[in-house]
């Protein structure tokens, strides 16, 4: 057996390494970027909520003539949602929630599910400015004394990154207050 250098890459998944931190970080971003291209995506326009109110998902949507399933035979939409399912078991644990809905229509979509499938894809447009959305409230005894709404520093290629760049601001600020409350002399639980 030989010892090969460290593993960048399996089952489309890249894997890169923090070795200072020791955290090992997999993503799926060219696999999802790929996807994108494959079901002509990479013109579309990038929304922040990827499945949004106006999206009524129903089987009564279903095509109802001849003409409307024979177009929706052509569009690629149990390949979508299949490539959707993949990414949510490998690295996209957020993903059940928008991928769920638009699975319940795969034996007889219609372009209204494909358009919200399409939508789960949310991040096709500009990878480069598709910065999340960090913000916290912090509160004393009933009055806001702490608050942030700003972009991300950087692109999270995937929700978990979201969320851990977003706890750690949140964090550092209760870390801060309480060090503050604490020089105020407030009871502290």
Known sequence: MKDME???????MEITRDRRRGEPFVSQGGYLWKMVTKFEMS?????????????????SISPKTDEDRSSMERIPYASAVGSLMYAMVCTRPDLPYLASPVSMFMANPDKEHWEAAKGVFDFADDLDKRRSLTGYVY???GCAVSWKAQLQSVVAL???QVKYIATTEGVKESLWLKGLIGQLGIMQN
């Open 6 to 12: 460290p593993a960048k890459k399996i089952l489309g």
């Open 43 to 59: 013109k579309a326009k990038a929304v922040q909520t990827p499945l949004t109110a106006h999206f009524k998902l129903s089987a």
């Open 139 to 141: 509160t004393l005894f």
């Open 158 to 160: 995937f929700t978990t």
